[in-house]
């Protein structure tokens, strides 16, 4: 694989996918530049070398449609701002509108490419939407880690139409990032798996099962397992289809020696609300008509010991339904924990989405080693599986 580090862009048009996917308000600003700022290094090496950026991501679901939300045109004040040079905007992303603006861009300059999701050819793969993208570049260069699992015509097609074709900053830090968890981590190494479903993380979890010497779970998916386990879980979330499956972690976990724990206490609600009325009860003692939205304080304390005791922490999941107060601690206590670690030399990666969107939220983004911008190509890569976006750039 080429790196950007060994690629001089003096006198070339780069055509960059970047992964510029952010939460927009509803005056189209942008509520968190994480993604965004995360893709700066990597323009600006290709503007300082004397190259010209051509810019194209997707934004939101717009599936194969136009729609004023999803627009890219909401982010060309931002990127002047925090590149320091023009940035041009073309409202479309192939034809000959989009062929006239990149022969006038100079090097040094930027070009934004319309929304690609505008286009149903680039969710589908489509080779000749693919090869007309492709036809606006001198090089190729992947920096849109996010979308590596997508087998799209700008993250993972288009490169077949390259000689030249390089690996972003983005890209190779979240590459590298994980590797070092999963192939050279430190030990003690523990996992924190959080989120909704059992049945969305199973591969992650069988997989981590083989490498960790603690698993930690919390947020709904804890309530299959008590449930599995004979436990009263009042009216909180359960997949009652999974709870063999969980059974079946809970015996390799055994099997492994790998130390599986589970909420000891839970904050539990009797409604799904910010104002609901909250007590603390065991997580296999749930009342009935109450459900578990929360770890509980004697759980983060358990979290915290082990967290703090490692070498390695990897975290995916929230520890509860943080985007509501009452039920922000667990999550909270979890990335002070992880803070904690970092200060004492372990190595921390939070894998993106909602624990990533916890992390910066919370403030503690830049007290951990690295926080992933990419929720589901990140659980694709710990599941073992190859991503098409990264396999492009392969040569």
Known sequence: MLYLDQYNFAGKKALVRVDFNVPLNERFEITDDTRLKASLPTIKKILNDGGAAILMSHLGRPKGEREERFSLKHLVGYLEQ?????????????GEKVEAAVKQLPAGEVLLLENVRFYKEETKGDEQFAKQLAALGDVYVNDAFGTAHRAHASTAVVARFFKDKVCGYVMQAELDNARRVMEEAERPFTAIIGGAKVSDKILVIER?????????????????FFKALGGEIG???????????ARTL????????????LPADSVVADAFAETANTQIAPSNQIPAGWM?????????????????????????????????KPFAEGTKAVAEALAEATEKGAFTLVGGGDSAAAVNQLGYAGRVSY????????????????????????S
């Open 82 to 94: 925090a590149l320091g040079t023009k940035v041009h905007f073309v409202d479309d992303c192939v």
């Open 208 to 224: 981590l099962l083989e490498k960790v010497d603690n698993l930690l779970i919390g947020g709904g998916m804890a309530y299959t």
């Open 235 to 245: 009216s909180s979330i359960v997949e009652e289809d999974a709870l063999d499956l």
């Open 250 to 261: 809970l015996k390799k976990a055994e099997d492994k020696g790998v130390q599986l724990l």
């Open 292 to 324: 578990g939205l929360d770890i509980g304080p004697e759980a983060r304390k358990q979290f915290h010991e082990t967290i703090v005791q490692s070498k390695t922490v990897l975290w995916n999941g929230p520890m509860g339904v943080f985007e509501m």
């Open 371 to 394: 926080v992933s911008t990419g929720g589901g190509a990140l659980l694709e890569l710990f599941e073992g599986k190859e991503l098409p976006g990264v396999k492009a750039l392969e």
